[in-house]
C-alpha cells in the first residue's frame, strides 16, 4: 500500500512541478509588469464595483493552472489592491475556463456553459463586494 | 512533430504554452530573466515547496475518500442538495477536467443542472489543496473566510441557474 502511495505521489508531483513552474515563470514575468503607479491609477480612476468585474473578466480568460496567480495577487497586495478585487481574480480564474467552456457545450448543449457563465458572473460580483465590505473587518 | 505534440497530456501542452508566452513576454518588454529570478526567488521557493504539499494532502484524499462518495450523496434532486453539493464539491480534489466524469455520471442517474452546476461551482472555487497556498501567502483567516465564501457562492449559483432556466431552459440532452 505505501509502495502504491508513493508511485502515486511521484507521478503526480512532477507533473504538478513542471506545469506549476511553467506557470509561476509566466505569473512573475507578467507581474514584473505590474508597477505602484499603474495600480494607484487604476485604484484612482477605476470605481471599485467596475475594478471588481475588470478582474473577474480577467480571471475568466487567463490561461494556465489555479496556482499561477498567486504571485500576481501577492503583488497586488503589497500594492493595496482591495481585498476583494482579489477575490474576484481568484474566484473568476477557477470558475470559468474558456476550454472548459467547450467541453461543457459538448456534454450538456452550449445553453448550459452560458448560463453557468452568467452565473459565476454574478456571484463572483456579488462575493468581491461583500469581500470587500467584510475585509475591514476581518483583515 | 505534429505528432508527437498530440500525444502530450493537456496539462503539459498548457506548461508548453505557458513558457513560451513568458518567453514572448520577456523578449518584447525586455525583462530580464536573471533578475526576474533573483527578485522572486522566495515567492517561487515557497511556491515549489507549497506545490509539494498541496500534492501530499490530495494523495491522501484520493487514498482516504472513495470515488462514489458525490455519486453516494447526491442522488436525490432537491433543492436542499444545492449546499450539500456544494459541500462535496469543495472536498473534492482535482483539476476540473477530472470530475467531468463524476458530473456525467451524476446527469445520467437524473441529478438535475442546478445541483450540478452548485457542485462545480463548489470544487472549482476551493479545495484541499489550496490550503497551503492560501494559507501560506495570505493567512488561515483569508482561507476560512474563502471556504466560508465558497459555502454561499455554490448554493446561490444553484439558485440563479433554476432561475435563468425558467426563461432559458435547458434542451434535453441524452447522456450515453
Known amino acids: 500500500m505505501i509502495k502504491k502511495i508513493l508511485i502515486y505521489f511521484n507521478h503526480k508531483l512532477w507533473r504538478t512541478l513542471f506545469l ?3 506557470g509561476v515563470l509566466f505569473a512573475v514575468t507578467l507581474s514584473s509588469l505590474i508597477n505602484i503607479e499603474s ?4 485604484k484612482q480612476k477605476v470605481a471599485l464595483p467596475l475594478q471588481i ?3 473577474e473578466l480577467i480571471g475568466f480568460i487567463s490561461p494556465g493552472p489555479r496556482y499561477i496567480l498567486y504571485p500576481i495577487l501577492i503583488k497586488l497586495q503589497e500594492f493595496g489592491i482591495n481585498i476583494g478585487v482579489i477575490i474576484a481574480l481568484i474566484s473568476g480564474h477557477v470558475l470559468i475556463e474558456p476550454s472548459t467552456v ?5 456534454f450538456f448543449g452550449y445553453r448550459f456553459p452560458i448560463k453557468r457563465f452568467v452565473v459565476s458572473l454574478i456571484v463572483t460580483f456579488l462575493a468581491g463586494m461583500l469581500s470587500s465590505v467584510l475585509g475591514n473587518y476581518i483583515w | 512533430m505534429v505528432k508527437f505534440i498530440k500525444k502530450l497530456g493537456p496539462d503539459i501542452k498548457i506548461a508548453i504554452l505557458l513558457i513560451l508566452l513568458s518567453i514572448i513576454l520577456m523578449l518584447t518588454f525586455q525583462v530580464n530573466f536573471y533578475n526576474l529570478m533573483s527578485s522572486n526567488k522566495e ?3 515557497k511556491i515549489i515547496y507549497l506545490t509539494g ?11 482516504l475518500i472513495p470515488e462514489d462518495l458525490a455519486r453516494k450523496h447526491l442522488k436525490n434532486n432537491k433543492l436542499i442538495y444545492l449546499f450539500y453539493a456544494t459541500l462535496l464539491g469543495v472536498l473534492t480534489p482535482g483539476p476540473v477536467y477530472a470530475i467531468y466524469p463524476i458530473v456525467l455520471e451524476l446527469r445520467r442517474k437524473g441529478v438535475g443542472n442546478a445541483i450540478l452546476v452548485a457542485y462545480l461551482t463548489g470544487q472549482t472555487i476551493i479545495g484541499p489543496a489550496r490550503a497551503p497556498f492560501e494559507i501560506g501567502f495570505f493567512g488561515l483567516k483569508f482561507y476560512l473566510f474563502r471556504i466560508l465564501l465558497a459555502l454561499i457562492m ?3 449559483a444553484g439558485i440563479l441557474f433554476i432561475a435563468f432556466s425558467k426563461f432559458w431552459p435547458d434542451k434535453k440532452i441524452i447522456v450515453a
Open chain 1, 20 to 22: 506549476v513552474g511553467a
Open chain 1, 39 to 42: 495600480v494607484n491609477l487604476l
Open chain 1, 53 to 55: 468585474i475588470y478582474a
Open chain 1, 102 to 106: 467547450f467541453v461543457e457545450a459538448g
Open chain 2, 43 to 45: 515567492v517561487i521557493i
Open chain 2, 53 to 63: 504539499v498541496a500534492i501530499a494532502i490530495s494523495t491522501a484524499i484520493h487514498f
Open chain 2, 154 to 156: 455554490g448554493p446561490m
